[in-house]
């Protein structure tokens, strides 16, 4: 920390600083000019960095305090400088490997759900995404069957041998949901929900945070900091696209925050082109962007009818594309040395 007096501060007030900073486990290193003083604490006291900071820009003399250190520590790659990986069961996300998760925005009926799945497993998905629980922007939209479609899930997974991701909204239900999830994806709304993240950082099952639809990377990476901070080291990042000034797209897919990530975290990072574009005839190529970019995997949503679909039909592609793109992924990833 960085610690900038005022113009005439005292000596008297710079003294009652570095009292202060040294009482709270910093070692001073002061440069008293003939204008101004400029204090740096360095050394990793206990207590919370940005509380201390703020405090002491509360006594007299100090014009301001900055942080030098990141707000996240655990999420960050000074802490861990290899990449993390998290596995669930065979399916490696952060490892060589591009991982396919694929399959509807809701589960709607076992008819849907099952076709799907088998699609998506015959042309290489790894993982079956399906929302059971979902956050509506309407309350008059559909918000998902509920335990009934977690059953559809765990059938689902029973038949194609498919782990499932499906997105968790509240505390409440954590465990319900824990009982036929493989990960939990925490939605875009919630990145900032901090009792659900707590609660989320005490299981040992893996965790996918989608990025707040607002929120900076560094928002994200301390959103994912109160994850790691209760053990659950199964964490992966969904980047699923930000709100910006343009409507014709739902989102703005920011694929630069995955080579953001890369430099800052260790944490693997999953594209979602569907919510990225908010249009299907956009995802097969922002797929393979994100592919070409370095993610580590897709989250996609697949439908057998998206005319038909109860939710986010405009974005979701058929079969057929799915099987499609799949082809030319593969083509990529080979040249890429990536497999899918
Ligand atoms: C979804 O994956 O269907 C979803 C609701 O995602 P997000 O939280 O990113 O909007
Ligand atoms: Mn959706």
Redesign the pocket.
């Known amino acids: 920390m960085i610690v900038v007096m005022q113009q005439n501060a005292e000596e008297g007030q710079i003294r009652e600083v570095e009292e202060a900073l040294q009482g709270w486990g910093y070692e001073i290193h002061p440069i008293y000019g003939t204008e101004r003083t400029v204090i740096a604490a360095v050394g990793t006291p206990t207590q919370d960095e940005a509380r201390v900071s703020e405090q002491v820009e509360a006594l007299p003399g100090v014009e301001k305090s900055v942080l030098v250190l990141k707000p996240y520590r655990l999420a960050s790659r000074e802490y861990r400088p290899e990449k993390s990986v998290v596995k669930v069961g065979d399916v490696v996300v952060g490892g060589e490997g591009f991982v396919m998760m694929a399959g509807p925005?809701t589960v709607e009926s076992e008819e849907q759900l099952m076709e799907t799945a088998r699609a998506v497993k015959a042309a290489g998905a790894t993982v079956l995404?399906g929302?059971a629980y979902?956050?509506s922007t309407s309350p008059y939209s559909f918000q998902g069957m509920g335990e009934d479609g977690l059953k559809l899930l765990a059938l689902a997974r029973a038949e194609t041998g498919l782990p499932v991701i499906t997105?968790v909204m509240h505390i409440k239900n954590i465990d319900l949901v824990c009982e036929y999830a493989d990960i939990l994806?925490i939605?875009?709304?919630n990145m900032q929900n901090y009792d659900l993240l707590i609660e989320v950082g005490k299981l040992k099952k893996p965790v996918m945070l989608?990025r707040g639809m607002s929120a900076k990377i560094e928002e994200w990476l301390q959103a994912a900091e109160y994850i790691l901070k209760g053990g659950n080291d199964a964490l992966m990042l969904c980047e699923?696209g930000v709100r910006t000034f343009e409507t014709y797209t739902r989102n703005t897919l920011d694929l630069s925050a995955v080579l953001a990530v890369r430099e800052l975290s260790h944490l693997p990072v999953v594209i979602?082109p569907s919510?990225g574009t908010g249009r299907a005839s956009m995802v097969p190529a922002m797929c393979k962007a994100a592919l070409a970019v370095g993610a580590d995997g897709l989250?996609v949503?697949v439908h057998p009818n998206p005319e038909k679909a109860l939710k986010?039909g405009a974005q979701t592609i058929t079969i057929p594309a799915y099987e499609a793109m799949m082809k030319e992924l593969k083509v990529i990833g080979e040249a890429i040395g990536r497999r899918l």
């Open positions: 925005c995404r929302g979902k956050p997105e994806q939605g875009t709304r989608k699923r979602d919510q989250l949503e986010d």
